[in-house]
């Protein structure tokens, strides 16, 4: 993930690598220390997917080469690993995919938290019938789930009304 996050980033123009890794934590869902982001810029660049470039004073600049774009691309269309953390990270990047494909993977994204909603509900009105008395904190954290997974849905389709208004404008 993090070899995708610096193309993307690198797409938009060259940066250093503290401006990389600023950059990656502006997203504000990735913390990254120098630790691992120079082992990947090292890798990227012996790769041929990013190349360093004379920057200011002493520092090295990197940019995407034409490889690194086409990697950036097939990575991109990838659906990410099914995990938020992979999900946010695509959206960060979605407008560099074509209106159909964005709207797919939105789309996509929100049936499978409609899944997940199903069975948050089930869990939560299974364990609030328990004969037992359930522990409040839990049935706390059960309806938290719930309630921001029902959340997430609505900004959702915020997004895909937002992307069909788009495509029917243009």
Excluded at 59 to 81: C, D, P, S, V
Excluded at 92 to 121: I, K, S, V
Excluded at 128 to 137: A, I, K
Aim: charged content about 30%; overall charge positive; proline content about 2%.
């Amino acid at each position: 993930m993090l070899d995708f996050a610096i193309l993307g980033l690198l797409r938009d123009e060259p940066r250093h690598g503290y401006e990389l890794k600023r950059a990656l934590g502006d997203l504000g869902f990735w913390q990254v220390s120098f630790g691992s982001l120079y082992p990947a810029l090292r890798r990227l660049e012996k790769g041929g997917y990013i190349e360093a470039t004379k920057g200011e004073g002493r520092r090295k600049a990197y940019r995407i080469t034409e490889a690194g774009g086409a990697r950036f691309g097939e990575m991109l269309a990838e659906t990410g690993n099914g995990s938020d953390r992979g999900f946010q990270l695509h959206l960060a990047f979605l407008g560099y995919l074509e209106p159909q494909r964005r709207l797919g993977m939105l789309e996509a994204r929100r049936t499978a938290l409609q899944e997940r909603l199903h069975g948050a509900r089930r869990s939560f009105r299974s364990a609030r019938s328990s004969t037992r008395n359930p522990d409040r904190y839990r049935m706390a954290l059960m309806e938290r789930r719930v309630r921001s997974t029902e959340a997430d849905i609505a900004w959702l389709d915020e997004l895909i009304a937002g992307e069909r208004g788009s495509a029917a404008g243009a």
